[in-house]
Nanobody
């Protein structure tokens, strides 16, 4: 499945953005969807993931309570609603699709398909 991330931009601290991840060329509903982020020179960081049905969601501690992951399997699109953004959230965000087991859902290497990334910049 091919993924196209969008929705990044520049926002002030405390503001909100909603990222989208449009899937094509496969059965999106078969896959767990994840969001990761990576700053230059740093390791890739897990942000959030959602099960194929949308029934279970998982978050990094750093975004819990501020970010919400969701998906619409009819539209073949996943989302990441980001509220109360902080300057430290500034980086490139990537969506991914795969079939990791639940205990390994935070491991990016278990996701086979990746989008191109979208830049999020939060000004202080």
């Amino acid at each position: 499945v091919q993924l196209q991330a969008s929705g990044g931009g520049l926002v002030q601290a405390g503001g909100s953005l909603k990222l989208s991840c449009a899937a094509s060329g496969g059965t999106f509903s078969k896959y767990t969807m994840g969001w990761f982020r990576q700053a230059p020179g740093k390791e890739r960081e897990f942000v959030a993931a959602i099960s194929w049905s949308g029934g279970s969601a998982y978050y990094a501690d750093s975004v819990k309570g501020r970010f919400t992951i969701s998906r619409d399997n009819v539209k073949n699109t996943g989302y990441l609603q980001m509220n109360s953004l902080k300057p430290e959230d500034t980086t490139v965000y990537y969506c991914a699709a795969g079939r990791p087991i639940t205990s390994a859902i935070r491991r990016g290497e278990l996701y086979a398909c990746w989008g191109q990334g979208t830049q999020v910049t939060v000004s202080s």
